[in-house]
């Protein structure tokens, strides 16, 4: 039960999370969406954006640990 | 006659009164003088206090449309602060603390250059012993760091202020520019303050190492202050744009690796200030305001981030990632205000941030500056990920927790509460934020438009969280020290400096070894000669060879 507690609480926060995006990109077909710059109007722009710059910064902060990272020690060494 | 006193100097002297008062009351004492402070907020604007000295006209006590909302902020902080730390029984980090923030705000009416540098050393001066009151070796020594870097930058200020006034005559604070050598040494001296990019190590050193009290203090006043000053001297400085812009993209990649939650805090704090840099940089009247209001409304989320994490800190004993998680179950109130910081942190829709947000985002967007616009878009999923999702997953979800906690104490819970419901308030009413920034302008920050963008954004992002949380590809965490730029002086400055003072030492050791041989030569050899029988009729003594060969050499050198 206590294990099931975290992995149900994350199922449900998952399925809420993907209705909610669908609804937004739907939103989108149904109203012209003003932008300040008329490539961000094209549908799901900012849906677009997001989903991109996250992976991209997860996955180059990932790699820029073979740079910037030491041990938890490094400066009392 | 209070109306004349500058404000904050009640707090600090209330700071020095502090020992005397019984520990109970030290606290309402703290608050009271913030409260008398706080009735400056009612003078109105004008020049209220100044004071020739040494032929110089210093302009002690101003207000205006600028310091206003400042000042406002700056008392609430302070309010949240001795609410958060009320069960401490810290002496010296409560004298720091009021003393901290009394100077700060008294550095918000300083009207010359002059007055503001004394403030400006009075906050550094004050701020170190709440860095060192974390008690551990790392804190002494990052607090020593700390202390030369912030006295440095008072340091640049007083030179920028002397050449100021022996070119032009005048010490006021005024719009400057980078065209003058004393507009580069102010610029340096507010940019040390304010986290530019490379002067930034300090921040990321020493915050995380206070107290669980010490950094809400820390993290609420030193950089706005550095902010509001920019925005007085250097509005509408285009290079400021993209030093803004670096500051919102750069420290995301950092807090994306650390583990350290209060360190992944203060990154985030770096790219926060990024956006108000930004905002100064362009220099409207809309982005000016935007500046303003996202100081106001960041003040109060972040010191509500930090004191989640105190409380974490406080109760769990840590605030590593890789040992915590789990903690929703035990400490649920902390929980929740720790994810209200974090939806006002990353702009939600109904939360401050994203009602001080748009007024920058808005006047970028009206000027046309596509790349800058879509850094700080970018940055803006930045801030979900290290502030939004990271801290509150990784402290109160990601995996079970073994071992029972606490909730945090009851008055954290108050600070807390008060701090989670201004987010929310601010975001739902912006109209009362909007009415005491320095310009009037009429803006809406919730039109369908930039709610549907913005929140396309966020829930995508979280989105983009959920896929590499389940094909594993986020960085899981690791005990570990990140590199940032105090790298520069923390390592590579000794790394060259060290061997070199060796080598400079072993050299000058050679040389004093060689001089010994020639000195011991010259020695025998007179001792020789002056104890020969030939030469003891005619020579005195053994001396009378020492002065000869001295008396030589000298020669020689004179000759040479």
């Known amino acids: ?77 | 006659m209070i109306s004349n006193i500058i404000p904050g100097l009640l707090m600090i002297l209330t700071s020095f009164l502090l020992p005397t008062i019984p520990q109970y009351f030290r606290q309402p004492a703290m608050l009271l003088s913030v409260g008398l402070s706080a009735l400056s907020l009612f003078n109105g604007y004008g020049t209220f206090l100044e004071w020739d000295v040494l032929g110089l006209n210093l302009i002690l006590y101003q207000s205006d449309s600028l310091t206003f909302p400042f000042s406002i902020i700056f008392h609430i902080a302070a309010v949240l602060v001795i609410i958060f730390s009320w069960h401490s029984k810290n002496l010296m980090e409560h004298m720091a603390t009021i003393a901290y923030a009394g100077s700060a705000i008294g550095a918000l009416h300083a009207g010359d250059f002059f007055s503001l540098f004394i403030w400006w050393e009075a906050t550094a001066l004050t701020s170190v012993f709440i860095v060192f009151a974390g008690n551990t070796k790392a804190a002494r020594d990052a607090a020593m760091r700390y202390l030369i870097i912030q006295v440095s930058s008072g340091v640049l200020l007083l030179i920028g202020a002397c050449l100021l006034l022996y070119q032009t005559g005048n010490h006021n604070l005024t719009v400057l520019d980078l065209t003058t050598d004393f507009g580069i040494f102010i610029f340096i001296a507010f940019g040390i303050k304010a986290a530019f990019p490379f002067l930034n190590g300090w921040l990321q050193d020493s915050y995380p190492e206070s107290s669980v009290t010490g950094t809400v203090a820390l993290s609420a006043f030193t950089t706005k202050l550095a902010i509001y000053a920019l925005a007085r001297t250097f509005p509408g400085t285009d290079s400021l744009i993209w030093i803004g812009a670096i500051m919102t993209a750069f420290p995301v990649f950092f807090a994306v690796i650390e583990n350290d939650l209060r360190r992944v805090l203060s990154f985030s704090l770096n790219n926060q200030l990024g956006f108000m840099v930004v905002g100064i940089g362009i220099g409207t009247e809309l982005s000016l305001n935007g500046t303003v209001a996202h100081a106001f409304v960041h003040i109060i989320y972040k010191a509500l981030l930090f004191m989640s994490m105190g409380a974490v800190l406080y109760r769990a004993g840590t605030t590593k990632a890789s040992e915590l998680g789990g903690l929703y179950k035990y400490m649920p109130f902390t929980t929740i205000f720790c994810i209200i910081g974090a939806m006002s942190i990353s702009a939600f829709p109904l939360f401050s941030g994203f009602v001080a947000k748009s007024l920058i985002m808005s006047s970028l967007g009206g000027m046309g500056m596509v790349l800058i616009y879509f850094v700080l878009f970018f940055a803006s999923a930045g801030v979900l990920e290290h502030s939004g999702i990271k801290i509150p997953y990784f402290a109160f979800f990601a995996h079970e927790r073994k071992s029972k906690v606490k909730e945090a104490p009851i008055n954290m819970l108050i600070a807390m509460g008060i701090a989670a419901f201004l987010c929310i308030g601010i975001g739902v009413f912006p109209k009362y934020l909007y009415q005491i920034l320095p310009y009037t302008v009429e803006y809406q920050p919730y039109t369908i438009d930039h709610v549907i963008s913005q929140l396309q954004l966020l829930v995508f992002a979280i989105i983009a969280f959920l896929f590499l949380v389940k094909f594993k590809l986020y960085p899981s965490e690791i005990k570990s020290t990140v590199l940032n730029s105090d790298w520069f002086y923390r390592k590579m400055l000794p790394g060259i400096g060290k061997p070199l003072f060796k080598k400079i030492g072993l050299l000058t050791e050679f040389i004093y070894e060689n001089l010994r041989f020639f000195f011991r030569l010259i020695l025998n050899k007179s001792h020789k000669f002056s104890n020969s029988s030939y030469i003891k009729v005619t020579t005195p003594s053994f001396a009378a060879t020492i002065l000869i060969s001295i008396l030589f050499i000298m020669l020689l050198i004179v000759l040479l």
């Not at chain 1, 994350?10 to 669908?22: D, E, H, R, V």
Request: hydrophobic share 50%; charged share 20%; no cysteine.
């Open chain 1, 1 to 77: 039960m206590k294990k099931n507690n975290l992995t149900s609480m994350g199922k449900s926060f998952t399925k809420y999370i993907l209705i909610i995006g669908a609804l937004l990109i739907l939103l989108d077909f149904t109203f012209h969406r003003h932008e300040y710059f008329s490539f961000a109007e094209i549908y799901g722009f900012p849906a677009f954006f997001g989903f991109v710059s996250f992976v991209f910064i997860v996955l180059l902060g990932k790699w820029l640990r073979k740079f910037l990272m030491r041990k938890e020690d490094y400066y009392d060494q």
